[in-house]
Nanobody
Framework: QVQLVESGGGLVQAGGSLRLSCAAS????????MGWFRQAPGKEREFVAA????????HYADSVKGRFTISRDNAKNTVYLQMNSLKPEDTAVYYC?????????????????WGQGTQVTVSS
C-alpha cells in the first residue's frame, strides 16, 4: 500500500521559516516526479512546487519563487519543501503528491498518490 506522510507544518510568524517533509513508502518513487500543493479554506488546491527524480526539472508557482525550495533524498524516498520568508497568504494545508512518471506537471489530477496534508499557518 502506497503511503505519503507529510510532517513539519505548524504555526509561524510572518517572515519565518518551516521545512516540510514527505516520506513515501509502499513503493519506490525513484522514477517519479513529486510535488507539493496547497489548499486554503474556500479555495481550490493549487500547485506549489515539483521536482523530477534527479532534480533536473523543477518548477515553482510564481507566488513562491525565491522563497520556497523543493528537494529530494531519493535514498530515503523523501521530498522536502523549505519555506522561507513566509507570508500570511501562505496559510493552507500543504499536500505532498507523487506521479507514476518522471514528468513534472502542475495539474493536481495528474498526480496518482497523495498524502493526508499538513497545516501551515502564518500569522501577521
Amino acid at each position: 500500500q502506497v503511503q505519503l506522510v507529510e510532517s513539519g507544518g505548524g504555526l509561524v510568524q510572518a517572515g519565518g521559516s518551516l521545512r516540510l517533509s514527505c516520506a513515501a513508502s509502499g513503493r519506490t518513487f525513484s522514477s517519479s516526479a513529486m510535488g507539493w500543493f496547497r489548499q486554503a479554506p474556500g479555495k481550490e488546491r493549487e500547485f506549489v512546487a515539483a521536482s523530477s527524480w534527479g532534480g533536473g526539472s523543477i518548477h515553482y508557482a510564481d507566488s513562491v519563487k525565491g522563497r520556497f525550495t523543493i528537494s529530494r533524498d531519493n535514498a530515503k524516498n523523501t521530498v522536502y519543501l523549505q519555506m522561507n520568508s513566509l507570508k500570511p497568504e501562505d496559510t493552507a494545508v500543504y499536500y505532498c503528491a507523487a506521479r507514476t512518471t518522471n514528468v513534472v506537471v502542475i495539474i493536481p489530477a495528474e498526480y496518482a498518490y497523495w498524502g493526508q496534508g499538513t497545516q501551515v499557518t502564518v500569522s501577521s
